[in-house]
């Protein structure tokens, strides 16, 4: 038979883990790292996308003699030979001439994460051309959203814009989680991940672009 005193002590104990459970845990969530690597991430994606379309731009004035390649140039003491090495390692890390100075962090060479790199940079210019006309724009979920597809006359453009989001939105949600795990961050913070991200990508919108505010409001960046 429990005493007076043993039943005032279980009570005391059942409250004690009752309040405990209900209390909510605080997760740290590194806010300043996911904007650094945030900005990390989309320095990269825009460096590659200009480096990938810098070949057809060369190759629209073949008039032009081809840069000289065999001899080495002024003031390179390494001399062909070593030049042609550092070519050959560019080559085999499929690193452009124009990319190749912009060395990636080490942060940032997770293979997943490249891999979501490529494929953003493959599709930016599209992107940039349809925020451009005002079709879409950001959201403050670090989402693209469509704004307004009556801007584009052609049935087939659209539809092409559609796909062009819904494409970019699956990288994104990817990315999101692949940052999540390389900074160690519970998953059930995705949403301030979202967040954060969506503060990059509002800070690097063009002038006129359109970007959605944290309050839920659209403007047009001036």
């Not at 209900?22 to 989309?42: G, H, R, S």
């Not at 090495?85 to 001439?97: I, Y």
Request: charged share 25%; aromatic share 4%.
């Amino acid at each position: 038979m429990r005493t007076p005193a043993a039943r005032y002590l279980l009570s005391l104990l059942v409250a004690v883990l009752t309040v405990a459970a209900c209390v909510t845990i605080n997760l740290y969530f590194p806010e300043q790292e996911v904007k650094d690597l945030a900005e990390k991430i989309e320095t990269q994606v825009q460096a590659q996308a200009a480096a990938e379309n810098t070949p057809g731009e060369e190759s629209a004035t073949p008039e032009k003699a081809p840069p000289a390649q065999a001899q080495p140039a002024p003031g390179n003491e390494t001399g062909g030979r070593g030049g042609s090495s550092a070519g050959l390692l560019d080559t085999l890390l499929g690193v452009t001439p124009a990319y190749a100075q912009q060395i990636p962090e080490p942060e940032i060479t997770n293979p997943a994460i490249r891999k979501l790199i490529d494929s953003r940079a493959a599709r930016l210019a599209e992107v940039n051309r349809h925020k451009s006309s005002g079709a879409i724009g950001e959201n403050n979920k670090g989402d693209l959203e469509i704004r307004d597809l009556g801007v584009i006359s052609d049935l087939r453009v659209r539809a092409e814009v559609q796909k062009l989001v819904r494409a970019e939105n699956v990288d994104r949600e990817q990315l999101y989680k692949e940052i999540a795990a390389a900074k160690n961050i519970d998953p059930s913070q995705l949403d301030k991940i979202r967040e954060t991200y969506a503060e990059t990508l509002r800070a690097n919108a063009k002038v006129g672009d359109w970007i959605q505010m944290p309050d839920g409001s659209w403007q047009q960046k001036g």
